[in-house]
């Protein structure tokens, strides 16, 4: 199991550039998220997605947009970078069992730096 | 809504001594509650759950136990090491179609000097 996988592990962009974040996981996880953080302020959650075709948006979302047409991948695009859009992004996905939540599980990170 | 609030660092110990990292939280009903280490330049990993009120959770000298009285959930280890210097993130996460997301306090880093 490669676990939760993402690329790239660096990036930087320059203001008003697209890019997408890969995110892919092997373990048949029905959730995902991304999360991006930031010195002195935890993980703040992006978007997530409870299975294929099904996604909604966290805390906070505006300058991304996701999608998931499979269980397996959960790609984050940044429609035009800004520079406060400069952070390190994490994937993560998880499972749950009788509707208890269980732990999630982290992707390496893409640390992202915009110009 | 949910929140975590957690012990503000940085913390720095000697080795050998003991942790103690507080941890309390905000949310109805009876949510599932979690460490999380990052170790510098790494993603986060579980470090030890706990999902019902007086559970304790264990994982390599690490222990917390899930207190609904005074929801909290207090990080604690009898000798630490320098291997143990990391960041700490407490978390919770609810149950039904929002167990797949979770809510993180602002982490604590713990640095431990020999």
């Known amino acids: 199991n490669a676990g939760v996988t993402q690329t790239p592990k660096f990036q930087v962009l320059k203001t008003g550039q697209s890019m997408t974040l890969q995110c892919a996981q092997d373990m048949n996880h029905e959730y995902m998220s991304w999360y991006r953080q930031d010195p002195g302020m935890g993980l703040r959650l992006i978007h997530y997605s409870v299975g294929a075709g099904i996604t909604d948006q966290g805390e906070v979302p505006n300058g991304y947009n996701v999608s998931r047409s499979t269980t397996e991948d959960f790609p984050l695009r940044l429609l035009s970078a800004a520079p406060s859009q400069t952070s390190v992004y994490f994937c993560a996905s998880s499972y749950s069992l009788t509707g208890v939540g269980y732990e999630q599980y982290f992707g390496p990170g893409t640390r992202l730096t915009v110009t | 809504g949910n929140s975590v609030t957690q012990m503000e660092g940085p913390v720095t110990l000697s080795e050998e001594a003991f942790l103690t990292i507080n941890c309390t939280y905000t949310?109805?009903?009876?949510?599932?509650l979690f460490w999380y280490v990052q170790y510098p330049g790494e993603g986060l990993q579980l470090l030890l759950k706990a999902t019902k009120a007086d559970d304790k959770g264990s994982n390599k000298g690490f222990e917390a136990t899930y207190r609904k009285e005074t929801t909290s959930f207090h990080l604690e280890k009898g000798s630490v090491q320098v291997s143990d210097s990391a960041v700490y993130f407490c978390a919770l996460s609810k149950p039904g179609t929002n167990a797949g997301k979770s809510t993180f306090g602002d982490g604590t880093t713990l640095t431990v000097k020999p």
């Open positions: 949310a109805t009903g009876y949510p599932s």
